[in-house]
């Protein structure tokens, strides 16, 4: 497939996030309980990339303390990026059963679930997030994100919309919207979130390309390549728009969209 180079050019940034190490490297993060209290633990990392190392600090809590809805949240979410989500699911599941009213649980539950390809049941648990947590963006968002997984774009956009509300230059956000918009078949408007997303300041490379990818497949090949050039290597800038073009010339050019869009969703 040729337009893998954009990488996740059709999958949101929530989703995309690639493993920073195989699957194994999760499970043995766990370390054994520590004879201090948890506040006397270290201090996370700061900024850290590493997710091994972060993860290996939050199993240490958690770890010493399964009761500490932080460290769960963080031990999940680090294990789910590092591709343990079935790890990740069982340290979820447990942590709700003791804080039920969590939405950061729940949303963190619902991503996993994602990833786990359970998308129906991703949906009710972040629109469930989504209730307890009202004025946090991120879950308005994430629910957005599950829904288009699920096809109902339309639904999706009422979550942007109000994550919008909340932040309403947040590149993240208009980065997804307009890839929600590109997904329910409105270029146009897709180009215009997208566009508002690149001038926010935020944006990402890949916000970059998915601007490229929705100016393409509107035929403006110039505009596109200028702007793939400006991430990407010549050769693969070209390639792009070359397969953007093949695409173009077939009957169905939105179901053949649609195809690569679930090949490289899968394949992160």
Known sequence: MRFVS??????FVLVAACAGAPPEEAAKTGAPAAQ????????PPEDSKDLVQNASYWANLYTQDPSNTEAALQYAENLRKLGSAKKAHSVLVDAISRAPGSASLRSEYGKTLLVLGRTEEAVVVLEQAAKLAPNDWKIQSATGIALDQSGDHSGAR????????????????????????ALGGDLVEAEVFLRRAVETGDATPQMRQNLALV????????EAERMARADLPPEIAENNVAYLREILTQPDPWRDLMDVE???REQN
Not at 36 to 43: H, I, M, N, V, Y
């Open 6 to 11: 954009v990488c996740s050019a059709s999958v």
């Open 36 to 43: 201090e209290p948890p506040a006397a633990a270290p201090a």
């Open 158 to 181: 009422l979550y942007y919309e109000a994550a919008l509300a909340l932040d309403p230059n947040n590149a993240t956000v208009l980065n997804n919207y307009g890839l929600s918009r």
């Open 215 to 222: 100016i393409g497949l509107q035929g403006k090949f110039d």
């Open 262 to 264: 679930k090949k490289v």
